[in-house]
């Protein structure tokens, strides 16, 4: 029979991303409810070797849930990739009590939880929060919603611009493995040209692309750019190779960066870490470990952390068909 959990703890590493708040509050308020006691871990697997610990009640999470980031902070531990590391960190966890973890994070953030589990036999739970929605086991990770409404709201302004002016946009968003902001935010906002990772356009079929646009009339574009896609070595390479061979088009480049990441979250990742928070806690309350919280099929389930980790999320090929007639 598995080890009754008293006390839990919460932490968010590596990027941060909206709704990470909301996931925070909900894990503190479903321990709160079930009469378990819950510690917030500042600054990730760090402040976790440093013990660096603050109690959470159903009060001292109120008013986060609307709020982008993390108020546990996050950072990315070196040390914690050492034996010694974490070992540090489980005689911090032992001395404060705390019996079970859940980890809010991507990919690096859940090989460290499995690792540590394998090591200690710790019972670990993962919620997936990053905006890429880059890991296997979930339709929708936190912040992926919010970054495509802050990216679509973004380009919209793009284009006001681009009509003004005649011009030609290359704007480049988030995705350095995977295309899904690209390709959504690439149909949702009307591009005429999307660039992802998982699909090789190559240069000559991009000009062809922006001729057709151009003959059927248009006088500005917008190429949506995924930072992992394979065109070029970067969005300015694509840039120059685009005025030297389309000179009637003046062309401009827009970078988003990591404002793609902060904001405050939609109402659907504030509702997903809301259900997330809640599986996790009752899921290590079951006795369950090593598992990522995930949404398929608008459901709640489970996947194993290794999967999670090892597996691969995979882009909508119907999505891609839409794109490519919407282009046309």
Request: net charge neutral; aromatic share 6%.
């Amino acid at each position: 029979m598995s080890k009754k959990i008293k006390k839990i703890g919460v932490m968010t590493s590596g990027g941060d991303a909206p709704g990470m708040n909301a996931a925070i509050r909900s894990v503190a308020r479903t321990c709160a409810f079930h009469g378990i006691e819950c510690v917030g871990i500042y600054r990730g697997y760090e402040g976790m070797m440093e013990g660096d610990f603050k109690d959470l009640s159903a009060r001292t999470v109120k008013g986060i849930i609307n709020k982008g980031g993390t108020v546990l902070k996050s950072a990315r531990s070196q040390e914690f990739r050492t034996k010694d590391g974490r070992e540090k960190a489980y005689k911090a966890l032992n001395a404060k009590g705390i019996d079970a973890l859940v980890t809010i994070g991507g990919d690096g953030t859940f090989t460290g939880a499995l690792i540590f589990n394998q090591e200690y036999n710790f019972p670990v739970m993962g919620i997936p929060g990053t905006i890429d929605n880059d890991i296997f086991g979930t339709s929708h990770t936190l912040g992926y919603d919010t970054a495509l409404n802050t990216v679509v709201e973004s380009i919209d302004k793009i284009r006001d611009t681009a009509s003004s002016h005649n011009r030609l946009f290359f704007v480049e968003v988030m995705g350095r493995d995977v295309g899904h902001i690209a390709l959504n935010v690439g149909i949702g906002a009307g591009a005429e040209e999307i660039l992802i990772p998982e699909e090789d356009l190559g240069l000559e079929r991009l000009l062809e692309s922006l001729r057709r646009s151009k003959k059927s009339g248009k006088s500005s574009s917008i190429v949506v750019v995924a930072e992992g896609d394979k065109i070029g070595k970067n969005v300015f390479e694509l840039k120059d190779y685009v005025e030297e061979n389309m000179t009637e088009y003046e062309v401009r480049v827009s970078v988003l960066g990591h404002m793609q990441r902060g904001g405050a979250p939609s109402c659907f990742d504030r509702v997903l870490a809301s259900r997330m928070g809640v599986k996790a806690v009752e899921s290590l309350m079951e006795g369950q470990s090593n598992f990522m919280v995930g949404l398929l099929n608008d459901k709640i389930a489970l996947t194993p952390l290794e999967k999670a980790v090892k597996g691969k999320s995979q882009i909508n090929k119907e999505l891609i068909r839409v794109s490519d007639i919407m282009t046309t």
